[in-house]
Nanobody, 123 residues
Framework: QVQLVESGGGLVQVGGSLRLSCAASGRTFSSYPMGWFRQAPGKEREFVAALNRSGGSTYYADSVKGRFTISRDNAKNTVYLQMNSLKPEDTAVYYC????????????????WGQGTQVTVSS
């Protein structure tokens, strides 16, 4: 089992950057593929990015490709989401999550979730 805590959200202007962090408890962090999701008011939770256990393989939603970068540091039990060139439509609560297997982008296939961190992009 793993517990996840996100941080790094906040208010940023259009075109700005933020880096989200997700700290995990437990010794088994490196055994989980990790993902970032987001949920805007009135919308369903959507996939943003994911990476495999080693961090050598990544996958992004088309809406963030080229702007966001997911990475992990297994020695620090932390996964990151670097967000650049932010747009108003990026405004949402961002969640990190751990999956049992690599290659899935559906929220239902992620077993462990953090509490979320708010990202607001103002124009």
């Amino acid at each position: 089992q793993v517990q996840l805590v996100e941080s790094g959200g906040g208010l940023v202007q259009v075109g700005g950057s933020l880096r989200l962090s997700c700290a995990a408890s437990g010794r088994t962090f490196s055994s989980y593929p990790m993902g970032w999701f987001r949920q805007a008011p009135g919308k369903e939770r959507e996939f943003v990015a994911a990476l495999n256990r080693s961090g050598g393989s990544t996958y992004y939603a088309d809406s963030v490709k080229g702007r966001f970068t997911i990475s992990r540091d297994n020695a620090k039990n932390t996964v990151y989401l670097q967000m650049n060139s932010l747009k108003p439509e990026d405004t949402a609560v961002y969640y990190c999550a751990a999956a049992q297997r690599w290659g899935t982008w559906r929220p239902s296939e992620y077993n462990y979730w953090g509490q979320g961190t708010q990202v607001t992009v103002s124009s």
